[in-house]
C-alpha cells in the first residue's frame, strides 16, 4: 500500500498507486517499458503517434500480455486518423467482457485498461466527449496557463503542465514558475512536468498542489526503455548545460541535447545547413512517408501548408525531424536528435521501473515528513 501522503486526485483518477506518469515519448515508450511503468505502480503511456493503426493495435495487446494495470495512450489531437484512434481505444476497452455495467451500456470506468488518452496538443470537444463516454479520461499538455484554461473550458479531465525543462517540444516559462500559474487558473488536477527526476520533486509538486508528476528523460534511461545502449550512455555523458532548445528541428522550440547536427542547424550559415539538409530532406521525406503509409500527395500537400508558416530551413527540416529521432532513439545512430529534459545532467544510473518509483516513493514520503 502506497502511504496516504501520495493519495491523490490522479492516483483516483487513473486507477493506480503513486502519483508518478510515464510521458508518451515517440519512438520510446513502447510496450516494454509502458507494463514495466504500470507494474510499478504508476501510469504508463504508450506513444502512439509514430504508429501506424495497425501498429497501436499490436502494441496495445502488447501491453496486455505484460500487465493487467491501467495505462495510457498518447496521440496528436492533430492527426488526420485520430477519429479512427480513438475507435481503437474504445474498442479495446469494450472488448473485455468485464467491461460494460450490466444494468446500462456506459463503460465501467474501474475496469478500462486504458485509463487515459493524452494529448501534445487540444483535442476538439467532440473528440474529448466520445472518450469520456466511454470511459476514458483526456490529459493534454499545457506549458502557458492560457492554453491550460483553454482545455479546462473544453472539459479535460486532468491537465500535465510542463515547464520549460522538460525534453522535446516545450515552452519558455520553467516549472517553478507555471505551475503555480496553473493550479491558480483551473480547478481540474494538474500533473507537473519539467525537471522531474527524484521523490524530492514529487513531493515540491505535491506541496505547490499538483497530484503529481511525470517524467520522461528518467523513464527513458531505465532498464525497459528500450533506446540503445550507446544512445543511453550519451544521455547519462550530458550535463544540465549540454542541452539546448531550438526551433530549427521542426518550427517548433523543442529541448534536444547539442550534437554537430543541431550546431549545423543553428549555424547562421545557409550554405552549411542547406548542404546538410536538402541531401536529408529527400530521403528522409520518402522514408518516413513509406513508415507511416502517407500517400505522396498529401506529404507534398504538408510541405505547401509548412511553407506558409515556417523559414526555408524549418520546411526542409521538417520532414527531417522524426526520421532523425528515430535514428538515434531506435538504431542508434548518433548523427540524430536527441530530445531531452534539462535534468538529463542530474541522472546517472540506468534503474528498473520499479527500483527508481520505490526510491522516488521512499524519498518523497521522508521529504513530505520533514
Given at each position: 500500500m502506497s502511504s496516504p501522503q501520495l493519495n491523490t486526485a490522479a492516483t483516483e483518477l487513473f486507477g493506480v498507486r503513486y502519483p508518478i506518469v510515464q510521458t508518451g515519448m515517440g519512438w520510446v515508450a513502447g510496450p516494454s517499458l509502458v507494463a514495466a511503468t504500470a507494474n510499478a505502480g504508476c501510469l504508463g503511456i504508450l506513444a502512439s503517434a509514430t504508429m501506424t493503426i495497425d501498429e497501436l493495435r499490436q502494441a496495445i495487446a502488447d501491453i496486455q500480455q505484460r500487465t493487467d494495470k491501467p495505462f495510457g495512450v498518447n496521440m496528436r489531437a492533430d492527426s488526420a486518423d485520430l477519429?479512427?484512434?480513438?475507435?481503437?481505444?474504445?474498442?479495446?476497452?469494450?472488448?473485455?467482457?468485464?467491461?460494460?455495467?450490466?444494468?446500462?451500456?456506459?463503460?465501467?470506468?474501474?475496469?478500462?485498461?486504458?485509463?487515459?488518452?493524452?494529448?501534445?496538443?487540444?483535442?476538439?470537444?467532440?473528440?474529448?466527449?466520445?472518450?469520456?463516454?466511454?470511459?476514458?479520461?483526456?490529459?493534454?499538455?499545457?506549458?502557458?496557463?492560457?492554453?491550460?484554461?483553454?482545455?479546462?473550458?473544453?472539459?479535460?479531465?486532468?491537465?500535465?503542465?510542463?515547464?520549460?525543462?522538460?525534453?522535446?517540444?516545450?515552452?519558455?516559462?520553467?516549472?517553478?514558475?507555471?505551475?503555480?500559474?496553473?493550479?491558480?487558473?483551473?480547478?481540474?488536477?494538474?500533473?507537473?512536468?519539467?525537471g522531474f527526476t527524484d521523490g524530492r520533486g514529487l513531493a515540491?509538486?505535491?506541496?505547490?498542489?499538483?497530484?503529481?508528476?511525470?517524467?520522461?528523460?528518467?523513464?527513458?534511461?531505465?532498464?525497459?526503455?528500450?533506446?540503445?545502449?550507446?544512445?543511453?550512455?550519451?544521455?547519462?555523458?550530458?550535463?544540465?548545460?549540454?542541452?539546448?532548445?531550438?526551433?530549427?528541428?521542426?518550427?517548433?522550440?523543442?529541448?534536444v541535447i547539442k550534437t554537430k547536427l543541431v550546431d549545423t542547424l543553428e549555424s547562421r550559415n545557409p550554405l552549411r545547413w542547406l548542404l546538410t539538409l536538402v541531401p536529408l530532406t529527400l530521403v528522409n521525406a520518402l522514408r518516413f512517408r513509406k513508415l507511416i503509409g502517407m500517400p505522396t500527395r498529401q506529404l507534398l500537400r504538408e510541405a505547401r501548408s509548412m511553407k506558409r508558416n515556417m523559414s526555408l530551413q524549418q520546411t526542409l527540416m521538417a520532414p527531417n525531424a522524426a526520421m532523425l529521432t528515430r535514428a538515434s532513439l531506435v538504431e542508434g545512430n548518433h548523427s540524430g536528435v536527441l530530445p531531452t529534459g534539462q535534468c538529463v545532467g542530474l541522472i546517472d544510473d540506468l534503474p528498473t521501473c520499479e527500483e527508481l518509483v520505490q526510491r522516488i516513493v521512499t524519498d518523497a514520503q521522508v521529504a513530505l515528513t520533514r
Open positions: 477519429g479512427d484512434r480513438i475507435q481503437v481505444l474504445i474498442a479495446t476497452n469494450n472488448d473485455d467482457d468485464n467491461n460494460t455495467d450490466d444494468d446500462n451500456n456506459n463503460a465501467n470506468t474501474d475496469n478500462n485498461q486504458i485509463r487515459v488518452a493524452s494529448f501534445a496538443g487540444a483535442p476538439a470537444a467532440d473528440d474529448i466527449k466520445q472518450l469520456q463516454d466511454a470511459g476514458i479520461a483526456v490529459m493534454p499538455t499545457v506549458g502557458a496557463v492560457r492554453h491550460a484554461e483553454k482545455v479546462a473550458e473544453l472539459g479535460v479531465d486532468v491537465i500535465m503542465c510542463q515547464g520549460s525543462e522538460g525534453g522535446g517540444h516545450t515552452g519558455v516559462v520553467p516549472t517553478s514558475l507555471l505551475l503555480p500559474q496553473v493550479l491558480n487558473a483551473v480547478d481540474v488536477p494538474v500533473i507537473a512536468a519539467g515540491a509538486a505535491l506541496a505547490w498542489g499538483a497530484s503529481g508528476i511525470a517524467m520522461g528523460t528518467r523513464f527513458l534511461l531505465t532498464q525497459e526503455s528500450k533506446v540503445p545502449a550507446n544512445i543511453k550512455t550519451a544521455y547519462l555523458n550530458s550535463s544540465v548545460t549540454n542541452t539546448v532548445v531550438t526551433d530549427r528541428i521542426d518550427g517548433s522550440p523543442q529541448r
